[in-house]
């Protein structure tokens, strides 16, 4: 019952970090998508400064903790003059982190399209540009929608990290909050339902359009009622001769 009578208390707070941590999470996640397919185009380019210099962001970026990368924008940059907040800090280590991960998905997904598609492309005189961007993207995309997806689902988990750079966010607020009232079971039960009650439903939408947009995925033809042994319209057939 003390519980109950918490809740109007204890859930504003809380509410305010969730828009913070959900507003983190969505830019995050436009910023890395956008940046790792560029990323993705640039491993696939004929230069080799661009496929290198990509190669070498996407190794760095995913064989270092995004908690380490986080600190380093946040409390290190200022060393050399460059100072952020802590909510474009946290945005930029959570989209720069998970654009070499989409990256490298992305670059799976055009891969992935059949060869014959390009040279097709390319016999009916359509430009490099042309054939990327109408001919190889539309189908990769396809491709990369259902693992793409899911990493919305992971950087709104992972968004918790930008806590520790002292940023208002869910996980900040429910520490705050914890500290000042010391009803930690209580506060950190209702984090635990509100993290949940936001990436559950997301999951299961990645998972209708990872079904929805299944390569596989073909309509089935209807079945023929069978009566006595055959099909109904093969019986009536016979029956007409």
Same mark, same amino acid.
């Given at each position: 019952?003390?519980?109950?009578?918490?809740?109007?208390?204890?859930?504003?707070? +809380?509410?305010?970090?969730?828009?913070?941590?959900?507003?983190?999470?969505?830019?995050?996640?436009?910023? =890395?998508?956008?940046?790792?397919?560029?990323?993705?185009? *640039?491993?696939?380019?004929?230069?080799?400064?661009?496929?290198?210099?990509?190669?070498?962001?996407?190794?760095? +970026?995913?064989?270092?903790?995004?908690?380490?990368?986080?600190?380093?924008?946040?409390?290190?940059?200022?060393?050399? &003059?460059?100072?952020?907040?802590?909510?474009? $800090?946290?945005?930029?280590?959570?989209?720069?982190?998970? $654009?070499?991960?989409?990256?490298?998905?992305?670059?799976?997904?055009?891969? *992935?399209?059949?060869?014959?598609?390009?040279? $097709? &492309?390319?016999?009916?005189?359509?430009?490099?540009?042309?054939?990327?961007?109408?001919?190889?993207?539309?189908? *990769?995309?396809?491709?990369?929608?259902?693992?793409?997806?899911?990493?919305?689902?992971?950087?709104?988990?992972?968004?918790?990290?930008?806590?520790?750079?002292?940023?208002?966010?869910?996980?900040?607020?429910?520490?705050?909050? =914890?500290?000042?009232?010391?009803?930690?079971?209580?506060?950190?039960?209702?984090?635990?339902?509100?993290?949940?009650?936001?990436?559950?439903?997301?999951?299961?939408?990645?998972?209708?359009?990872?079904?929805?947009?299944?390569?596989?995925?073909?309509?089935?033809?209807?079945?023929?009622?069978?009566?006595?042994?055959?099909?109904?319209?093969?019986?009536?057939? +016979?029956?007409?001769?």
């Amino acid at each position: 019952m003390t519980f109950l009578n918490d809740l109007p208390t204890l859930l504003p707070p +809380l509410l305010a970090g969730t828009l913070v941590t959900v507003t983190v999470s969505l830019l995050s996640y436009l910023i =890395a998508l956008v940046l790792g397919m560029l990323l993705a185009l *640039a491993r696939l380019s004929d230069s080799w400064p661009l496929r290198w210099s990509a190669s070498a962001y996407i190794q760095f +970026l995913r064989g270092t903790p995004l908690l380490l990368q986080l600190f380093f924008i946040y409390y290190v940059l200022p060393y050399g &003059g460059i100072v952020v907040s802590p909510f474009v $800090a946290g945005i930029l280590g959570l989209s720069l982190n998970y $654009a070499a991960y989409m990256a490298e998905v992305f670059r799976s997904g055009i891969n *992935a399209v059949p060869k014959g598609q390009t040279e $097709a &492309g390319a016999s009916l005189a359509l430009s490099n540009y042309h054939i990327m961007t109408k001919v190889v993207l539309p189908q *990769a995309l396809r491709i990369v929608v259902p693992p793409i997806g899911n990493f919305f689902v992971a950087i709104f988990k992972d968004s918790a990290l930008v806590s520790v750079i002292t940023l208002r966010d869910l996980m900040f607020s429910g520490q705050l909050l =914890a500290s000042s009232t010391f009803k930690h079971f209580e506060i950190f039960a209702i984090v635990a339902v509100i993290y949940f009650a936001i990436s559950y439903p997301s999951a299961k939408l990645v998972h209708y359009l990872e079904r929805y947009l299944d390569p596989s995925r073909v309509a089935r033809p209807k079945r023929t009622p069978v009566k006595n042994g055959q099909p109904s319209g093969l019986s009536d057939n +016979l029956r007409a001769f």
